[in-house]
């Protein structure tokens, strides 16, 4: 380590007035191997230093309009106990998971706990984080951390870069088509416990490759935080499928915060899928950076009870001939409340781009609240761009209809809203991520009131 | 008991106006009713006040249906106690496919803790389905969602086969329909008719019951039947037209 790094590590940081609450007073750090590549060292000192420096999100803040607030204040967050009794996660990880799998991950409390990389085609490269910076340090220089937070995260992206040696690192090179999904499961327990899953995707020309992050808890009650970033890099003609599945317990919060660089008639799919939580902020950017990139941003959220689930969305048309295609559902029961903020924005010179928003909203309760804000913003000529929001009830038609053909009231309403959801979940590639989505959707809402 | 679906001096409004005043009708099992009418005259109200579409009041009357009070049953009630309407405007459901529907209506059927048997399930589906010429990609569409209006129309009659009801009302299913979807649709509606089972047809046309020949003809007008024969009032009708039964009605 350098004396510059070291030394930057060594300031004595004072906690951010702005954030309320008590926040961290040193990085959260867990157990770690001693020969990290110093570029690592430094990238991570000046990313708690970055951290420190950013504002804490501000009401007035365009990028935290309607959020609530409240939940970004955290008491003293640390990386969690190691988990000993991990036989049952794994159990419930295979159970709950896709059985047909390219490699599968398991992370508890940011800790490797299990590994399996058979179904892998020759010279993948596809490692835990740790090990990939160990094992091709330049190579991971060259991608890691490389992309502003863009949507009001910058605070949970620096703390995210200063903490994170969790999670994975997959590159996937030239024309290899890898054509079953990779699995990564982060789990998080103990009141208190942060978790940084990372992962980073980097696909080369022709090459192609999905992934499926699932987030869950130890626990029905412990207060966890996740803060999680997924950089997906489809290089030209390449394709990146990513999907983060949020199931985590009641108590706990998550951020996660997507983004996409599309390349050359590459293609990228970024996906959220949010079944639990307290709270939920997640920021996906996706950069067209060449004509032909094609970007499609999906998500499909099912709150109820007092969950609030905070998106915002950027599609950012830096080149000609450039697509975009952007589906948020959210079904609310109860008290849910849901923001949905997205910009479509086409830079100047990007002509010929066709970019599309929509962010329906099913509601299932009065009380439920949904804040949709779509937006454009174009700087090129021969555009095609439409956006839209709506919210709605389920109709009595529809009810009627399947009540019509023996079906109960209460079921034929769940086959409806699930039915909603699943349009957003079936533009995603792979029958069995598909059916493992809807069959976690279908058990939410057996559970439902 | 009675083995019919009876209705007696069933009245019915919507929003305080009287649509159906006083409407009596016996379908006894083995028999297909038609019942004929212009615009307006009430034979939707009637299919939909079966099935039990709550926009409606019922102001008097009875419906049994094998003697149980069916006015008295909540809408899945009775689609699962035998009663099927076909819908003239059937609705999408975006997301729901096909076949999970229909489990999802068989399913309902079974006592609790049963499971239905998916292989035997899919392979009725699919023989149901060659019967009406349904390409097998139906099954994964989402309901009636995209369908064209004969192949919505296809699909209820893909949902009767499926559900084999005791009572079948048919709501202008033939509107919308190319002469060769009324074939096949028809088709599939004949190859049902049973002693076991009773038929209920409504329709603005007499065409359709060129296919499927009814035992009996009625002609409602003003929310009540006004005339009753066989199947040769149909052709009558359909010469002079519906200003004749109301001309007669009047003298």
């Known amino acids: ?449 | 008991m009675n083995q019919s679906l009876s209705i007696n001096d069933l009245h019915v409004s919507v929003d305080g106006t009287e649509i159906i005043k006083g409407l009596t009708l016996d379908i006894p099992k083995g028999e297909v009713h038609a019942i004929m009418g212009p615009n307006g005259s009430g034979k939707s109200t009637l299919a939909k006040v079966l099935a039990g579409n709550e926009e409606y009041e019922i102001t008097g009357g009875s419906v049994l249906m094998d003697g149980q009070d069916l006015l008295g049953m909540e809408i899945d009630e009775r689609s699962r106690a035998g009663l099927f309407l076909a819908f003239q405007y059937p609705h999408e459901i975006p997301g729901v496919s096909n076949a999970n529907f229909l489990r999802a209506a068989l399913q309902a059927r079974l006592p609790k803790g049963e499971e239905i048997d998916a292989v035997a399930f899919y392979k009725q589906m699919y023989a149901r389905m060659d019967e009406l010429e349904m390409d097998r990609k139906f099954t994964g569409r989402s309901v009636n969602e995209g369908f064209s209006g004969g192949e919505k129309k296809r699909n209820e009659i893909l949902q009767m086969m499926m559900l084999e009801p005791t009572y079948a009302i048919l709501d202008e299913t033939d509107s919308g329909l190319d002469i060769d979807a009324l074939r096949i649709v028809s088709q599939g509606v004949n190859a049902m008719r049973s002693p076991e089972r009773g038929f209920l047809v409504i329709t603005h046309y007499q065409r359709l019951l060129d296919y499927i020949v009814p035992d009996k003809v009625h002609v409602m007008f003003d929310g009540r039947i006004i005339r009753s024969g066989d199947k040769e009032l149909a052709l009558e009708l359909e010469e002079k037209g519906y200003d004749w039964v109301k001309e007669e009605l009047a003298a």
Not at chain 1, 29 to 52: D, I, K, T
Not at chain 1, 169 to 194: L, Q
Request: net charge negative; glycine share 6%; hydrophobic share 40%.
């Open chain 1, 1 to 449: 380590m350098s004396n510059a790094v070291a030394e930057i590590e060594s300031l004595q940081p004072e906690p951010s007035a702005e954030f309320q609450g008590d926040w961290f007073t040193a990085p959260p750090r867990h157990e770690e191997p001693e020969n990290l590549p110093s570029w690592y060292l430094e990238l991570r000192a000046q990313a708690w230093h970055q951290f420190l420096e950013t504002p804490a999100p501000f009401r007035t803040d365009e990028n935290w309009r309607f959020a609530n607030l409240k939940q970004v204040e955290f008491a003293s967050l640390k990386t969690g106990e190691i988990v000993d009794e991990i036989d049952p996660i794994i159990a419930e990880t295979r159970e709950r998971g896709l059985r047909d799998v390219a490699a599968r991950f398991i992370f508890a409390n940011n800790r490797l706990v299990l590994s399996e990389t058979d179904g892998l085609p020759e010279g993948v490269i596809c490692e835990p984080l740790i090990d990939a910076l160990l094992a091709h340090p330049e190579l991971v220089r060259t991608h890691f951390m490389q992309e502003p937070a863009r949507l009001g995260g910058a605070k949970f992206a620096a703390l995210h870069g200063s903490a994170t040696l969790s999670g994975i690192f997959v590159h996937v090179p030239k024309n290899v088509v890898i054509e079953k999904p990779i699995e990564v499961a982060h789990w998080a327990g103990g009141d208190g416990t942060t978790i940084f899953p990372h992962a980073l995707v980097i696909a080369e020309a022709g090459a192609s490759v999905s992934v499926v992050e699932r987030h869950r808890s130890l626990n029905e009650s412990d207060a966890t935080l996740t803060i999680g970033l997924a950089d997906l890099a489809p290089e030209d003609g390449g394709q990146v499928q990513y999907v983060c599945v949020q199931h985590l317990n009641d108590h706990s919060r998550q951020v996660q915060l997507n983004g996409t660089r599309v390349g050359r008639d590459a293609k990228a799919v970024s996906g959220f899928v949010n079944l639990g939580a307290k709270w939920i902020r997640n920021e996906s950017v996706s950069r067209l950076t060449a004509p032909g990139a094609d970007s499609r941003m999906l998500s499909a959220n099912l709150a109820d009870g007092d969950q609030e689930f905070d998106q915002r969305t950027l599609q950012l048309h830096e080149a000609q001939h450039t697509f975009s295609d952007l589906l948020y559902k959210n079904a609310l029961y109860d008290h849910a409340r849901t923001i949905f903020s997205g910009l479509i924005q086409v830079m100047p010179g990007a002509h010929y781009t066709d970019a599309y928003q929509k962010c329906r909203n099913l509601l299932g309760s009065d009380e439920a609240e949904a804040n949709s804000m779509p937006g454009l913003e174009i700087d090129a000529d021969q555009v095609k761009c439409s956006h839209g929001a709506t919210s709605g009830q389920i109709s009595d038609e529809e009810i009627f209809y399947l009540m019509a053909r023996g079906i109960p009231a209460q079921r034929a309403r769940q086959m409806i809203s699930q039915g909603f959801l699943n349009e957003a979940i079936s533009h995603l590639a792979g029958e069995e991520l598909r059916d493992a989505i809807e069959q976690r959707f279908e058990e939410r809402f057996a559970v439902l009131a």
